[in-house]
């Protein structure tokens, strides 16, 4: 039995790089452990992001949860917004991270990249600091990512290091990473040199696959994905990075391993490798987007399980709290 914990920010249109490197994955985790499960909403605000947008994605995002097969009672859903503990946390971590270590991160340069540079958050930058106080805050030593997210991890368990050496006893867990054995990066399906994200700049969509597109928008950018001219479905990301990512759908859709699927593909052309890649998303997405809608209609039983888990998550942050408050002399 382990503490578990991942997240997902309200950022826009999920994604079916979110739904496999991420929250399809959350189940299997709530049999056998202690599960906690949120929406990153004050993540969200590390870019510009409409008020009403926010509100509604937060919705969503619980939705896309219960869809996947999460269950209130066996996982603690919550909101991060709702822990006012985790602000707490935040503030007394942030002396004992580096800025050459925050600087560092992959993520940073990306998305700084984008912004004017004269307006980058400080909040971006210390993005890293909020997700570690994410997962002291209950325990977690397993956290399920996406490859994009690893770094972080990683991150979080350096500031553990650092931090319990220091006071000399166990305060904050070490957390570790786990990511799917396929489908931790999924990449755009015009640029698959580039991750598929839900922050895509407009001209950009079509590369990518949102969970509440209709099937025959799915079919459609699928049918039209970026390949090469060689005809052979083969992986090899670095050759054939079109081919190598619809590999990676299917087999995470399918749930079969990659030699395999290049086996039944021997021989086929793009058009018939295309179209069963577009039938496995549909094949799973199809149902799951059935559910979503269902749930998301309700947005008063969405609030009460937001409430009930704030409950036990407040309960579970308060003991992190109290311990660390007393070992830096805060108590
Ligand atoms: N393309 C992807 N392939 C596999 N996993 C992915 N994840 C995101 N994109 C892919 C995983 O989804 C989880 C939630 O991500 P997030 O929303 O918290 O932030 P992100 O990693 O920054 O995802 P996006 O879609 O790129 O969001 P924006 O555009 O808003 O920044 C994470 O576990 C992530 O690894």
Redesign the pocket.
């Known amino acids: 039995m382990a503490r578990i914990l991942?997240?997902?920010?309200p950022?826009?249109k999920?994604?079916?790089?979110?739904y496999?490197?991420?929250?399809r994955n959350f189940p299997s985790f709530q049999e056998d452990n202690e599960s906690y499960i949120f929406v990153?909403d004050i993540?969200?605000l590390t870019?510009p992001i409409d008020p009403a947008n926010l509100r509604s994605t937060t919705y969503d995002v619980i939705s896309f949860y219960l869809a996947a097969g999460l269950d209130p009672n066996k996982t603690v859903l919550f909101k991060q917004s709702d822990i006012k503990e985790v602000a707490v946390l935040n503030s007394i971590l942030i002396n004992y991270i580096y800025m050459g270590e925050l600087s560092r991160m992959t993520?940073f340069k990306a998305?700084s990249a984008k912004l004017n540079q004269k307006k980058i958050g400080v909040g971006l930058f210390a993005y890293p600091v909020l997700m570690a106080a994410d997962i002291f805050m209950y325990d977690a030593e397993i956290v399920?990512?996406?490859?994009?997210?690893i770094q972080h991890v990683e991150l979080a368990h350096d500031i553990a290091k650092r931090f319990n050496s220091r006071y000399n006893a166990k305060l904050l867990s070490m957390p570790k990473s786990v990511t799917p054995k396929v489908?931790?990066?999924?990449?755009s399906l015009q640029d698959p040199l580039h991750?598929?994200?839900?922050?895509?700049d407009p001209k950009k969509q079509k590369g990518v696959i949102y969970l509440q597109d209709s099937e025959k928008d799915i079919r459609k950018k699928i049918m039209s994905a970026i390949t090469d001219s060689e005809a052979v479905v083969r992986f090899d990301p670095e050759k054939k990075p079109g081919i190598s990512n619809l590999l990676s759908i299917y087999c995470a859709m399918k749930k079969v391993e990659i030699s395999d699927a290049e086996k039944t593909f021997n021989n086929c052309n793009y058009g018939v490798f295309k179209k069963a890649v577009a039938d496995a998303v549909m094949e799973e997405i199809g149902p799951f987007q059935k559910k979503f809608f269902a749930y998301r209609s309700d947005e008063k039983k969405l609030d009460e399980i937001f409430e009930q888990g704030a409950i036990k998550a407040r309960q579970a942050a308060s003991v992190v709290l109290e311990r660390v408050k007393k070992a830096v002399g805060l108590k």
Do not use: E, W, Y
């Not at 991750?195 to 895509?200: E, L, Q, V, W």
């Open positions: 991942s997240g997902v920010k950022t826009g999920m994604t079916l790089g979110n496999i490197g991420s929250f990153a993540h969200a870019l993520q998305k399920p990512v996406g490859d994009d997210q489908g931790k990066r999924i990449m991750k598929m994200s839900k922050s895509d």
